[in-house]
């Protein structure tokens, strides 16, 4: 007889970069890492019952109030995932009815709150994103230039100039005209083909300055491909438009993307170091129970399904908005 395990989750959104959520706090599932990839697979797949960029596993952590660990869609675990922290951070807050509370990260443990909303009717949330660095060796990149600032990197691209930098997993960020997303998924994993030159891989995003505090990012997520929007993408880029000039630091940067928009502000602490408040939404667009094999995590089916309309009616108003300034 098939001994059914029975999951529950809810999947949510940050600027339509989806995940699903598991809470392991409880420690009622008895995951393992062979069986957290397995599910992030099974769940992740658009072809699927759910379909997701990838999975958020909450658990408990003895150093903060929560411990978030993200699986990418292709199952590998990232270090970082801003819009999937705004997620767990909401989860976090309504679960222990806190405004505030303090997420263990795989590099950190990063401050998140609630706050006003940056569009009606959308749950906004903000998160730390830190430790910031300008080292090209963090990534790691092979390269000539520390830092790598708006410099060529011949074997990836002959027409543009990159930043490289970590938020703390990796990223390169181009300032350019807007690109077609073929051309950016080209740029993409030509990146995380290139072993000799990118070990680990890295997230690539180019951006287009809109106006002063205002500009547009697209992004190819390491281990996902062409995403809606990245945070920790969104965030670097963020920084690097203050480091070309184009923006300010500690004053509001609108970041939009082709899932939305969302706010960061870039602090410097010291004489080259940087914190970064990323804010935006945090969108439940519904919970279910997963019913799988424990033994054969190659299919899985949803019941107990509840859907958040008004949640997801409230996110398609802020996605209108924010692709009308993008045609601006």
């Given at each position: 007889?098939?001994?059914?395990?029975?999951?529950?989750?809810?999947?949510?959104?940050?600027?339509?970069?989806?995940?699903?959520?598991?809470?392991?706090?409880?420690?009622?599932?008895?995951?393992?890492?062979?069986?957290?990839?397995?599910?992030?697979?099974?769940?992740?797949?658009?072809?699927?019952?759910?379909?997701?960029?990838?999975?958020?596993?909450?658990?408990?952590?003895?150093?903060?109030?929560?411990?978030?660990?993200?699986?990418?869609?292709?199952?590998?675990?990232?270090?970082?995932?801003?819009?999937?922290?705004?997620?767990?951070?909401?989860?976090?807050?309504?679960?222990?009815?806190?405004?505030?509370?303090?997420?263990?990260?795989?590099?950190?443990?990063?401050?998140?709150?609630?706050?006003?909303a940056i569009f009606p009717d959308v749950p906004t949330f903000e998160?730390?994103?830190?430790?910031?660095?300008?080292?090209?060796?963090?990534?790691?990149?092979?390269?000539?230039?520390?830092?790598?600032?708006?410099?060529?990197?011949?074997?990836?691209?002959?027409?543009?100039?990159?930043?490289?930098?970590?938020?703390?997993?990796?990223?390169?960020?181009?300032?350019?005209?807007?690109?077609?997303?073929?051309?950016?998924?080209?740029?993409?994993?030509?990146?995380?083909?290139?072993?000799?030159?990118?070990?680990?891989?890295?997230?690539?995003?180019?951006?287009?300055?809109?106006?002063?505090?205002?500009?547009?990012?697209?992004?190819?997520?390491?281990?996902?491909?062409?995403?809606?929007?990245?945070?920790?993408?969104?965030?670097?880029?963020?920084?690097?438009?203050?480091?070309?000039?184009?923006?300010?630091?500690?004053?509001?940067?609108?970041?939009?993307?082709?899932?939305?928009?969302?706010?960061?502000?870039?602090?410097?602490?010291?004489?080259?170091?940087?914190?970064?408040?990323?804010?935006?939404?945090?969108?439940?667009?519904?919970?279910?129970?997963?019913?799988?094999?424990?033994?054969?995590?190659?299919?899985?089916?949803?019941?107990?399904?509840?859907?958040?309309?008004?949640?997801?009616?409230?996110?398609?108003?802020?996605?209108?908005?924010?692709?009308?300034?993008?045609?601006?």
């Open positions: 007889m098939v001994t059914v395990m029975e999951i529950e989750m809810i999947k949510c959104h940050g600027s339509g970069n989806d995940f699903i959520i598991i809470d392991e706090m409880d420690d009622n599932y008895y995951l393992t890492d062979t069986s957290r990839i397995a599910l992030t697979k099974v769940l992740a797949d658009r072809k699927g019952p759910a379909g997701s960029d990838g999975l958020l596993f909450i658990q408990t952590s003895s150093q903060a109030d929560a411990r978030m660990r993200m699986f990418n869609s292709d199952g590998s675990e990232a270090e970082m995932c801003g819009n999937g922290l705004r997620c767990v951070a909401r989860y976090i807050l309504e679960r222990f009815g806190k405004k505030e509370a303090v997420i263990e990260t795989m590099q950190a443990n990063l401050a998140v709150a609630e706050t006003e998160v730390a994103i830190e430790p910031v660095l300008l080292d090209p060796a963090s990534l790691p990149l092979t390269t000539d230039y520390t830092p790598h600032i708006e410099k060529p990197i011949p074997e990836l691209d002959i027409k543009r100039t990159y930043t490289a930098l970590s938020v703390p997993n990796p990223h390169l960020v181009s300032i350019t005209d807007a690109l077609s997303p073929e051309e950016v998924e080209k740029v993409g994993q030509q990146a995380n083909e290139n072993k000799r030159l990118l070990p680990n891989g890295t997230n690539v995003s180019f951006l287009s300055p809109i106006e002063s505090q205002k500009i547009f990012v697209r992004t190819f997520e390491r281990g996902v491909g062409l995403t809606s929007a990245c945070g920790t993408a969104m965030s670097a880029s963020a920084l690097v438009s203050i480091l070309a000039g184009h923006n300010n630091l500690n004053e509001v940067i609108t970041v939009l993307n082709p899932g939305g928009m969302v706010q960061c502000v870039v602090r410097q602490t010291g004489d080259d170091g940087y914190t970064i408040r990323l804010r935006g939404n945090a969108t439940y667009e519904f919970s279910a129970v997963v019913s799988i094999d424990p033994e054969d995590m190659t299919f899985a089916e949803l019941n107990e399904m509840s859907v958040y309309e008004d949640e997801i009616a409230g996110y398609e108003k802020l996605a209108q908005a924010a692709a009308e300034l993008s045609a601006q």
